[in-house]
Every structure is written in C-alpha cells, then in structure tokens.
C-alpha cells in the first residue's frame, strides 16, 4: 500500500524569477569547482611570482559575491580604479581560461586532438617533417575512431601541405590516396552539416511554436524536412550522419504529435550510443539529449514499464563521475531527469507526493540560474503548475502560471497559451466569478491571435462562457456535454495538442465525480497496469 505522502505547506510570497547575471567575468568565476580555484591561484604564482596582484584581488572579489555588482565592487575594493577595471577583467578572464586549460581532462578527446595538433605544427617549424607527419597520422588514428571529422580534415590538410612542399619519401601512391581520403571527408562533411542544419532548424521552429498548431503547420514542417533532408542520408552509416538523421526525424515527428515515430527515433538515437559507448564521453550532451527524448517519448506514449526502466538508468547516469565532474553535463542532466520525475507523477496520479520534488527544484533553480535559459525554467514553471493543478492547489498553480504569464512572448507560444487556460481554469476551479468573464475574453483573444485555438479549445471556451455562473448542481450536466464532446477528439491528430498540454478529459470526470482529479489519474494508471 502506497504510504500517503505528507501535508505540505508552500509559501509563494517570495517567488521570484532567477536572477541571471550578464557579466561573462563573473559568470566564468561563478562556474569554477575548488580544484580550479586552487589551480587558478597556483597558475598566478607560477606565471607572476606574486599571488597579491590586483588581477587575484579581482579575483578573490568576485568568488565572495552573491550578485554582482560592480558599484560594490569598487567601494570594497579601493586598491582597484575605476578606470582599471574593464583592463583587469579582460586580464583576468584570459588568466583563468588559461590556467583551466592545463587541467588536462584524459578522457576529453577534443583536448587531446588539439595538443597533438600543436605538436604536430612546432614539429613542423622546426623542420622535423617526418615527425610532424608521424604525430598527424596519429591524429588521424583517434579522429577515426571517434568519428572527429573536423580534425580528420585539418590533419589530411596539413599532410597535403607538407607532401606538396617537402621531398619526405613517403610511401607510394601518396598523392592518389590523400587526394581521394580528402575528398570522401569533406563529401561526408557535407551531408553532416546539411543534417545538422536540418536538426537545428526544426528545433528552432519547435522552440518557438511548440507543437504543430494546425494543417498548415503541419504541411510546412512536412516540406522543410522533405526539401532539405541531403540525399542519401537515410542511407549512411556514418555516426553524426546517423546521429542528425534521427535527432531530426525526432523533431519532426514531435511537432507532428507522431509519437511512435518519435519513439522509434528515440531509441536509435540513444541505440547509436549504446554500440558505440565510447563516443558517450566525447558526446555527452547529445547522450543526455537522447535519454531525454527516449523518457519523453516512454511518457507519450504511456509506457509505464519501459518508462520506469529508462528514468532508473538515467539516474544512475547522473550520479556517475563523468556528470558529476562536469558542471555543464551536471546542470543539463538535472534538467532532463527532474522534468521525467515530473512526468513520472502525471502518469502515475501522485500529484501530491510530487510535491516533494518542488523545494528541491526550486533550490537547484536558483543555483543554476547564470547557465539556464529561459526556455528551461519557463519549462519547468509550467509541469510544476500542472502539479499543483493535480494535487488540488489551484492557488498555488495560479502563482507558478503567472510567472509565466508575466514573461516576454517570445518563445514556446504553446506553453504561453496554454498557461494562460490552465490559468482560466484554475479561477473556474476555486470560484473566483468576478474574474471569469474577462479572463475568458482575455484568454481567448490571446489563443485566437497566436492561430493556437482548435476545436477543443473552443468547446472548452464556450463551456467556460455559459456555466461560470451556475451551480455545482447546475453545472453537471454541461460538464457531462463537454466530456462526450471532447472524447471524440481525444484520438484526433489534428486536436492531439490540446491534450498533450492539459488533461482536460481527467478534469471533467473528476468534476462529474465529485473527486479530486489526481484520483481518476491515479485509478486510470492502475488499471491500465493491471490490464
């Protein structure tokens, strides 16, 4: 039996967005682990001989602030003038960003190709031609193996340029062969450009609109892949080739609320890493991403079991020693695998025992607000309103949609829209009468001008126009109406997107019921995993 979680008490008086600092300097100070303090310290008294320079003291200065503030910072800090200042930073800056770089990371294979690369060029200027070949040959080994195209193309570059100016007596048939390795690695270096242009694209267009609004949308996202998809790709088997080819075919058929085609894609994305699980350290970003989709895709589709399996592994991938000893992986996978926590809730119905998630979403916000972007945290907002929406605390999903609400329009226009109704609905949800006629025309204005009303909104707005003002008794009967006229839709493509943000059918049946809406979830779950 399910232990029931505890009550729990939320004060919203201080709800604030993250404060995110522009300055890059204190940005990059901010970001340092210990040990890259300890070593940026070293790193000045072996390069200067006197670790009391202004240089640390600005240094020292910015680790001990919160915010930064550059009017406190000269008044704390009267060794540093004014007209010092933008001289120092700029000194600063390029002291740490050295002194990080001869943290030698072993199992960062770009590193590693750019060092043998600046040995393969002093080799060369000093005229150790040989060497230098015997060093780009080695450059071309690790590029091979971990598909580094980039580096592929420098060092065969650099191996023509030495060929074509110096007698080196190298092996037979040279010439043919560089030409003809050079021209398959730029000709692959073109179709994963084009692919990675295309992935870049629609993920762009899906950070904008969300998913796909209505048939014109859906032709023209159609037509952009069709139109830009380089030919042979499907074809290739070339890792990035294969990586971009499904990252991209992943966006489309999320926009297009395709989710076993999203599915499918997902797991060759994250398949593409399992039988190469080398390139999981030289692509780490791209794994988490593709972990992502697969629990997004697991959730889509309600697949509880698989779901359950994929979030387990994920975990256990946060706590490993290559995410928690990299800040940038550290932060990206929090975000991943909270937002599936999240999810984990919705499918399972314990809105309220996700509660528990929220303190500590909330702290990790706030310490991560100089790397989140705003799409992250608008993200985030909008599950954790629909949490509290779940659990019955509609004033509190209220206070997290304004946050929303109150931002700048200028991205994710679905979660803009739909934060707005979920708003609507929760003022429906504790009566707050006075507020329901505009709020219903301010609403629906919002929709119409964002081309983001369907069929379903529209039936839920007209709903919401004739019964603000009846009785619980009253208003059954139209709630009865809504619920057999949304469940015609409930398996339309055309209208998927409006259920993909709200579970509009479990609230009308906990209305109709008299229950809380978290109960009918948590019932649907657990007969759909006993049958």
């Not at 420098?154 to 060929?163: D, G, N």
Request: hydrophobic share 40%.
């Amino acid at each position: 039996m399910r232990k029931a979680p505890p009550v729990l008490h939320f004060d919203f008086s201080n709800i604030t967005m993250p404060n995110r600092q522009r300055d890059d300097l204190f940005q990059l100070v901010k970001s340092l682990e210990k040990g890259e303090k300890r070593n940026f310290k070293l790193y000045m008294q072996r390069n200067t001989g006197n670790a009391e320079l202004k240089v640390v003291q600005l240094f020292d200065a910015l680790d001990k602030m919160e915010e930064y503030d550059e009017g406190q910072l000269l008044r704390k800090n009267k060794a540093i003038a004014k007209s010092q200042l933008s001289n120092l930073k700029a000194s600063l800056y390029r002291h740490v960003l050295a002194s990080l770089r001869l943290l030698k990371d072993e199992n960062n294979i770009v590193l590693t190709l750019n060092e043998l690369m600046d040995q393969a060029r002093i080799l060369y200027n000093k005229g150790l031609y040989l060497q230098s070949l015997k060093v780009l040959e080695k450059i071309k080994q690790i590029a091979r193996q971990y598909h580094q195209l980039t580096y592929l193309q420098q060092a065969l570059f650099f191996e023509k340029k030495i060929e074509a100016m110096y007698i080196t007596r190298s092996m037979e048939h040279r010439a043919d062969e560089l030409t003809e390795e050079s021209t398959q690695v730029h000709q692959l270096l073109e179709q994963v450009n084009s692919l990675s242009n295309l992935s870049l694209q629609l993920y762009a267009w899906y950070i904008k609109h969300g998913h796909a609004r209505n048939a014109n949308d859906r032709k023209a996202v159609k037509e952009y892949f069709e139109t830009h998809l380089p030919p042979a790709a499907r074809q290739s088997k070339a890792f990035y080739s294969r990586l971009y080819l499904y990252q991209s075919q992943c966006w489309l058929s999320f926009i297009l609320h395709d989710y076993l085609t999203y599915y499918k894609n997902a797991i060759r994305w994250v398949d593409l890493f399992r039988k190469q699980p080398d390139m999981i350290v030289v692509e780490t970003i791209h794994y988490i991403k593709g972990m992502h989709n697969l629990l997004g895709a697991h959730y889509d589709l309600k697949n509880a079991a698989p779901f359950f399996q994929s979030l387990a592994e994920f975990e256990a991938f946060y706590e490993s020693d290559l995410v928690q000893d990299n800040n940038n992986y550290r932060i990206q996978t929090f975000v991943y695998l909270y937002t599936s926590k999240l999810h984990q809730h919705f499918m399972e119905g314990t809105f309220t025992e996700g509660l528990l998630l929220v303190p500590e979403i909330e702290t990790n916000l706030r310490e991560m607000s100089l790397y989140l972007d705003r799409h992250r945290i608008l993200v985030f907002y909008y599950k954790i309103a629909c949490l509290f929406f779940g659990a019955g605390l509609n004033e509190a999903a209220i206070d997290y949609l304004n946050r929303i609400i109150h931002q700048k329009i200028d991205l994710r226009i679905d979660v803009q829209c739909y934060a707005r109704l979920l708003h609507l609905i929760a003022h429906y949800a504790i009566g707050s009468h006075d507020l329901i006629p505009y709020l219903v025309k301010n609403v629906y204005r919002f929709m119409a001008k964002m081309q983001n009303l369907s069929i379903v909104e529209e039936e839920m707005f007209r709903f919401l126009r004739n019964s603000f003002h009846l009785s619980a008794r009253e208003v059954r009967p139209h709630l009865q109406s809504l619920l057999d006229k949304l469940k015609k839709f409930e398996n339309n493509a055309g209208e998927a997107r409006a259920f993909a943000y709200l579970d509009v059918i479990s609230w009308l049946e906990s209305k109709i019921a008299g229950v809380p809406v978290e109960q009918v979830i948590r019932q649907k779950f657990l007969a759909g995993r006993k049958g």
